[in-house]
């Protein structure tokens, strides 16, 4: 009896030391709760305080960038392979890899498709980073979708044929063509359609990595196309860790 007495002070015990444990550190629901609105609260007033000083992370400019898609038109009439290694040649005498400021993807060949939004194109990266990415966008075929609605703004650069551009309430079309910037504020969105051998250089700024969603929603719901999606996160992936290497976000 003693033996039997001792085991059940012992079990008694055990489960009293638990009810004791679970009491201590369980938490009140209502102190969960303010727990969690304070991690909510923190994350956005951290997310909003690095959107006033990301401009001082752009390297890029929007006027420079339209001089220099309107002086590869003039370089290289119609020619879009012309263009391209005009402003290649361009940002790299600009932007020299010893300045550290930037960095450039100047292989040319690396192009992958692209679908998003409902269009199909393909595009050959020149930067991305945290902030900003340049890009030529484009297709031979022509192609019609959604702009998307983004955290960056966009600044399509036509070099070779014709963008149409439609937004609700509008009665008319607008029309962009060679060396015209079809902007697109941050928010927006339009429905757009590129014409038969439309090229353009696209550059945006903002938060990028929150478009790359967009950008790869086509392709995992859709054209399933496995090897674009893998080329497309590497090659985005690999140009952002390169320039967060050289100090760039």
């Known amino acids: 009896m003693t033996f039997s007495k001792t085991r059940g002070e012992k079990m008694e015990s055990t489960r009293g030391e638990k009810l004791e444990h ?60 012309g263009m391209v290694q005009h402003i290649i040649t361009n940002l790299t005498s600009t932007f020299p890899s010893s300045t550290r400021q930037i960095s ?3 292989n040319s060949s690396e192009w992958v498709f692209n679908n998003a939004g409902g269009a199909m194109g393909a595009m050959y990266i020149i930067h991305a980073s945290i902030t900003e990415y340049l890009i030529i966008f484009g297709t031979p075929l022509g192609t019609e979708g959604h702009t998307g609605l983004h955290t960056a703004d966009d600044y399509f650069n036509i070099l070779v044929g014709e963008q149409w551009a439609f937004k609700p309430g509008a009665m008319e079309m607008e029309k962009y063509g060679p060396g015209d910037v079809h902007f697109l504020p941050r928010g927006t969105a339009k429905q757009y359609k590129m014409h038969e051998g439309c090229f353009a250089l696209e550059y945006a700024r903002g938060w990028i990595p929150l478009m790359l969603p967009f950008g790869l929603a086509d392709t995992v719901s859709s054209t399933l196309d496995l090897p674009t999606f893998f ?3 590497r090659i985005t992936g690999r140009e952002i860790f390169k320039n967060l290497l050289v100090g760039k976000i």
């Open 22 to 81: 679970f009491k201590k550190h369980r938490r009140d629901p209502l102190t969960r709760w303010v727990a969690r609105a304070a991690a909510l609260f923190l994350f956005f007033a951290t997310c909003s305080w690095l959107d006033t000083i990301k401009d001082q992370w752009y390297v890029l400019n929007p006027t420079f960038l339209n001089e220099l898609a309107n002086s590869a038109i003039a370089a290289s009439p119609e020619n879009p392979n």
């Open 104 to 106: 450039l993807n100047t």
């Open 231 to 233: 080329h497309t996160v």
